[in-house]
């Protein structure tokens, strides 16, 4: 259940497109259609418009699965991606979801140059930290992967990959349901709050 743009998504695929996109992705998405759980990926994206468009469908989005592979950090879209997704998590915003495939949470969260996920880190950022600007933005991707792997997230170790699967369709399915719920109460008490203030009647003199 893909959704066209300008619809609400449920789950954001932030994930590196020349590694996974026809074998693990293919995979997780064919599972997320089968639970009926409406996801965004940027093919469905017009041809043409700016990358930084997608950063808009993540605002739309109410839960993302950050898939960290070993050359997630070749893209410089996935890693700002990345810090804009950090950014809704610190408002409250988004649920995040970081899934390891055949990483390591250390690796992600603390890149050096002893793991491929790290060198590959490390690569973009000297291509990229020409100017004090760009050298932010390298701290904010760091910052960004330590915030989003102390999440509860899955890794792919000791599992097969269908098994693997299975586990990211039930977490989605749970952390959807928690926000549904969170939804209801919230909703119910402003039907409460807004009856209340119907009711009140002024003391008349």
């Excluded at 089968?34 to 994206?45: L, V």
């Excluded at 950022?125 to 100017?131: D, F, H, K, R």
């Amino acid at each position: 259940m893909a959704v066209s743009p300008g619809k609400v998504h449920q789950v954001f695929l932030n994930f590196r497109g020349e590694q996974l996109r026809y074998n693990f992705l293919s995979h997780v998405t064919d599972a997320l259609e089968r639970h009926g759980i409406k996801f965004f990926i940027d093919k469905y994206e017009q041809r043409g418009k700016d990358l930084r468009h997608l950063l808009v469908r993540i605002e739309e989005s109410s839960i993302a699965l950050a898939i960290f592979s070993s050359r997630y950090p070749e893209s410089r879209w996935c890693m700002d991606e990345l810090v804009m997704m950090k950014k809704l998590v610190d408002q409250g915003k988004l649920r995040v979801i970081p899934i390891f495939y055949k990483v390591t949470a250390e690796d992600v969260k603390k890149p050096t140059r002893d793991s491929e996920f790290g060198r590959n880190f490390w690569r973009l950022a000297e291509l990229v930290s020409t100017t004090s600007s760009s050298r932010d933005q390298i701290k904010h991707w760091l910052e960004a992967l330590e915030c989003i792997c102390d999440k509860m997230g899955l890794s792919s170790e000791e599992s097969s990959e269908s098994d693997f699967v299975y586990k990211i369709v039930k977490e989605v399915k749970t952390v959807k349901e928690a926000i549904d719920l969170e939804e209801a109460e919230k909703s119910f008490w402003e039907k409460i709050v807004k009856r209340k203030v119907r009711n009140f009647q002024l003391p008349t003199t």
